[in-house]
């Protein structure tokens, strides 16, 4: 059995993380600079920002991450809890590693008193639109960008 553990990134985790946020970049077509991630990583490390990772690992390897942040709201005076980024290696998909991945979202956001966390994903990532539909509510707005 699979046994799924998921920890704060330290700083000696820059490269497992980096490699990890690079392959959910590609699964979404799309790259970085390698200064946003340095950009992103001294804001995760920096303990005055509101910017977190996770990873997840099965036999002390990384497989997985999350990426998230708090952020104020005209609508509520606790603060919010944006899921930005969640990936796990595709040959382990479908093994908790996300849903372990989200449930620590889901507790650091209440151990912040933040009682709602949101994301997005593609209409078409349906792997992950499954586990989604398991543990979160689908929200009836729409996304628009500039």
């Not at 490390?45 to 996770?54: G, L, S, V």
């Not at 093994?95 to 997005?120: H, K, M, S």
């Amino acid at each position: 059995m699979m046994v799924t553990t998921v920890r704060p990134v330290t700083a000696s985790d820059f490269l497992a993380w980096s490699a990890l946020w690079k392959d959910y970049l590609a699964f979404y077509f799309t790259e970085k600079p390698q200064e946003m991630y340095e950009i992103s990583w001294a804001r995760v490390m920096d303990p005055a920002e509101k910017m977190h990772a996770f990873l997840a690992e099965v036999d002390g390897k990384p497989v997985g991450l999350a990426n998230f942040l708090f952020h104020r709201s005209f609508w509520e005076v606790e603060d919010k809890c944006y899921l930005n980024d969640l990936y796990v290696r595709p040959e382990l998909r479908g093994t908790g590693a996300g849903r372990a991945l989200i449930e620590a979202v889901y507790q650091a956001a209440d151990a912040q008193n933040c009682p709602q966390i949101w994301w997005f994903t593609a209409e078409t990532n349906m792997t992950a639109r499954r586990l989604y539909d398991r543990i979160a509510k689908k929200s009836e707005f729409v996304e628009y960008v500039r």
